[in-house]
């Protein structure tokens, strides 16, 4: 990772005023809570895959927590710090609860993870147990909070996604022969796919071919893309991660078929994926909050110094790690509470504050997002077009 900074006052700050300007809720004014909070060092833990099929979403987690730390630390020396530390879990429920407890074990008082949901729903029924405050930047399964008054997300739950996608299909694209693949051994896969049927049935509509596959390793998608084409399918939901869909994208084109394709969320990040033909993903759809080609200043600022940081553009799970830790911060500063204070106390004086009306303005929304007091987020969704490697919004 490369550690200088060249522009990072005018960055940071511009970052910084997005987040602190924006921060309110029921502990009243951001300056004067971070008065009481005083200096000290909160500590944030991480946890997430940096190895194994779905390292890419791990590694940019990591990175764009990471950079939200280095500009809160730098840009506000005399106050609060973070200290950071993120664990790798393979995308492993038995090693992510490993992980989590490392962490505990270590200090850690706020999680900010996992990012993949079924790691993240074992990590919650510890952390439920052992009241630590947990904001998920992409664990995107109902079962994550559900029962877990600890737990919050800063992505869209997998029914909603699947709700917007049959909505905008029904909408967009109503002449569309619809097909879907899904991984019906994955929570988040199968949890977007029963919303998107549920929903797209309830439009009239009817999905022409369903198939399924247990397994994100998957090599060989020959059987469903056949029942795809088959039966005629033109447009092809994809409500799995990015490793299956570029092996779809790639097998389809080389049997010569060529439908129209929408992800998700895990979706984002195949542009990047190494060795994979970008241009087999032209025109395709999915629903994202973020896209690193959006022209507005945070935005931009967020991505320059991501790109000056670790060479690349980020994805939306670092921008959403980036909002985390942003959200966590200005939720401790508000909660009024020193550092010192144990981590089941900062756990009940944060699902205060979310609870209580906190909002923050991020990157990962056009306007404020603010959270259920059952865990979900309140934001605005945003669908993107892959048009020349970049994503246009709709």
């Known amino acids: 990772m490369k550690n200088t900074f060249k522009k990072f006052a005018v960055i940071a700050m511009a970052c910084m005023m997005v987040f602190a300007l924006a921060a309110c809720g029921g502990g009243g ?10 200096a000290g060092t909160l500590h944030i833990g991480g946890v997430g895959p940096l190895t194994g099929p779905a390292a890419l979403y791990g590694t940019a987690v990591k990175n764009g927590a990471e950079l939200a730390v280095k ?7 005399d106050g609060v710090q973070i200290a950071w530390d993120m664990q790798d879990d393979e995308h492993d429920a038995e090693k992510s609860v490993n992980a989590y407890n490392k962490l505990v074990d270590d200090g850690m008082q706020v999680l900010v993870g996992t990012v993949t949901s079924a790691p993240c729903t074992a990590v919650a029924a510890e952390a439920y147990a052992n009241r630590t405050f947990v904001l998920t930047p992409s664990a995107s399964a109902a079962a994550v909070v559900e029962g877990n008054d600890n737990v919050y997300q800063l992505c869209f739950q997998d029914p909603q996604q699947g709700q917007i996608a049959a909505d905008y299909i029904a ?3 109503p002449d569309a022969v619809v097909g879907a693949i899904y991984n019906n051994a994955d929570n988040y896969s199968s949890g977007i796919y029963d919303a998107f049927k549920a929903e797209y049935e309830t439009k009239g509509k009817t999905i022409a071919a369903t198939e399924a596959f247990s397994d994100d390793a998957n090599a060989d998608f020959s059987a469903q893309l056949n029942s795809m084409k088959n039966a005629g399918v033109d447009f092809v939901f994809l409500p799995i991660y990015y ?5 779809i994208m790639k097998q389809a084109s080389d049997m010569g078929y060529t439908p129209k394709y929408f992800g998700c969320d895990g979706f984002d990040g195949i542009l990047a994926l190494e060795g994979f033909d970008t241009s087999l993903a032209e025109g395709a759809l999915l629903l994202t909050p973020f896209s690193a080609d959006a022209d507005d200043e945070a935005t931009q600022a967020f991505v320059s110094a991501y790109q000056e940081a670790y060479g690349e553009k980020p994805i939306q799970f670092a921008a959403d790690a980036y909002d985390c830790v942003y959200a966590v911060y200005n939720a401790f500063l508000e909660t009024g509470l020193s550092t010192d204070a144990s981590m089941e106390e900062i756990c009940e004086a944060l699902i205060s504050q979310f609870n209580g009306g906190f909002s923050v303005k991020g990157l990962t929304a056009s306007g404020e997002m603010k959270w259920e007091s059952t865990g979900e987020v309140d934001k605005a969704p945003k669908i993107y077009l892959i048009q020349d490697g970049k994503y246009v919004e709709q």
């Open 243 to 247: 490793t299956p869909a570029s092996n």
């Open 29 to 38: 004014d951001s300056s004067s809570d971070s008065e009481g909070a005083g």
């Open 171 to 173: 909408e967009n694209y």
């Open 71 to 77: 500009e809160i630390n730098e840009a506000n020396p």
